[in-house]
């Protein structure tokens, strides 16, 4: 079974800083993606970010950037340039890779504030 | 942009009542999935569905939950005989084939 665990419950940015949000996992599996969804007070999920594990390089999304160091099984969200819009919930999620449709297993959230 | 739709926003029930949850996946995409968050917890998977069949449950989804898809467009989930802990936030979501794209929740209250 996959565990995911975000170590970070809160945390707080200013405006315009850089900001880093940890995650860590754990799995058997070689074939897998990571993602980071982000849920603001509405409760929606957004997607902000995925990562495939079998390519080397980084994801980037315009400010946010994830680092990914497989060895490890660490998986971090970058957010630069914060914006008062990015005050959410963050949470990573693991999804096999073996077939599609597979299930989302997310950690338990980081709560990020952003403060003017 | 094309969007994952859940109706009711909002759902309040009698315990032991059944309520059904709905939603309507991106036209487009072949899989379709419940998951719910209680307060304060992380999201948790309960069933991924494909071809008109259940593709994979979890330990939650026991025999007080179901899914259907009646009529090619909407995608429910059914809770029979609801109890105060089946109080959470209900997301539908729903992909192609690999990104999971997820509605705005429904949010059940069960009193």
């Known amino acids: 079974a996959q565990t995911v665990t975000q170590s970070q419950p809160e945390m707080s940015v200013q405006e315009a800083e850089t900001v880093t949000l940890s995650c860590t996992y754990d799995?058997?599996?070689?074939?897998?993606?990571l993602f980071w969804y982000k849920q603001p007070p509405s409760r929606q999920m957004i997607l902000v970010i995925r990562?495939?594990?079998?390519?080397?390089q980084n994801a980037t999304e315009n400010r946010f950037s994830v680092n990914f160091q497989k060895a490890a099984k660490s998986f971090s969200l970058k957010i630069s340039d914060s914006q008062l819009g990015d005050t959410a919930m963050y949470f990573c999620?693991?999804?096999?890779?073996?077939?599609?449709?597979?299930?989302?297993?997310f950690g338990e959230g980081t709560q990020l504030t952003v403060n003017p | 942009e094309p969007e994952v739709t859940q109706t009711p926003s909002h759902q309040v029930t009698q315990m032991g009542q059944e309520v059904i949850l709905r939603c309507v996946p991106i036209?487009?995409?072949?899989?379709f999935y419940w998951y719910r968050q209680i307060l304060g917890q992380k999201v948790e998977f309960l069933v991924s569905?494909?071809?008109?069949?259940?593709?994979?449950k979890s330990e939650i989804f026991d025999d007080q939950f179901s899914v259907e898809r009646p009529d090619g467009s909407n995608f429910t989930l059914k809770i029979r005989s609801t109890k105060l802990e089946d109080s959470a936030m209900y997301f539908c979501?729903?992909?192609?084939?690999?990104?999971?794209?997820f509605g705005q929740g429904t949010r059940l209250t069960v009193v």
């Open positions: 979501a729903s992909s192609e084939i690999l990104l999971a794209f």
């Open positions: 799995t058997s599996e070689s074939n897998y993606y």
């Open positions: 990562q495939e594990a079998y390519k080397q």
């Open positions: 999620a693991f999804m096999k890779g073996v077939t599609s449709g597979s299930r989302l297993t």
């Open positions: 036209s487009n995409h072949l899989y």
């Open positions: 569905f494909y071809n008109n069949e259940i593709s994979e």
